[in-house]
């Protein structure tokens, strides 16, 4: 199970950190990632961390997002900045076993947080 905290409502250009804990440790080899849902837009991963600490950034948010993990803590984070309102949107954490090649489909991950709104205003 995964945990998330951090949610809110910012002002362009703002920050916001979101958090994600699992409760037991998922596999030994494993991805975690931010994915974002926005009513009239594509599913998105936003970014994704693996075991071996590789990192993958959506275009959209290169720059500016940096996803990060604690392994002793069984933590994922997202620090964002730069925030713009095209942002909006529900952000999930979410997990897998395995690798992070080619995760990009909802149906990649097995594992679900509880969703984050994050609104930034224009």
């Known amino acids: 199970q995964l945990v998330q905290a951090g949610l809110g409502s910012v002002p362009a250009d703002g920050s916001l950190l979101l958090t994600c804990a699992a409760t037991?440790?998922?596999?030994?080899?494993?991805?975690m990632a931010w994915v974002r849902r926005a009513p009239g837009k594509v599913f998105e991963v936003v970014a994704k961390?693996?075991?071996?600490?590789?990192?993958t950034y959506a275009d959209s948010v290169k720059g500016r997002f940096t996803i990060s993990q604690d392994k002793a803590k069984l933590a994922v984070y997202l620090q964002m900045s730069g925030l713009k309102p095209e942002d909006s949107a529900m952000y999930y954490c979410?997990?897998?076993?395995?690798?992070?090649?080619?995760?990009?489909?909802?149906?990649?991950?097995?594992?679900w947080g509880q969703g984050s709104q994050v609104t930034v205003a224009s």
């Open positions: 961390v693996d075991s071996e600490g590789m990192i």
């Open positions: 037991r440790p998922i596999a030994s080899s494993s991805c």
């Open positions: 979410a997990g897998s076993g395995g690798n992070c090649y080619r995760r990009e489909k909802e149906r990649d991950f097995a594992l």
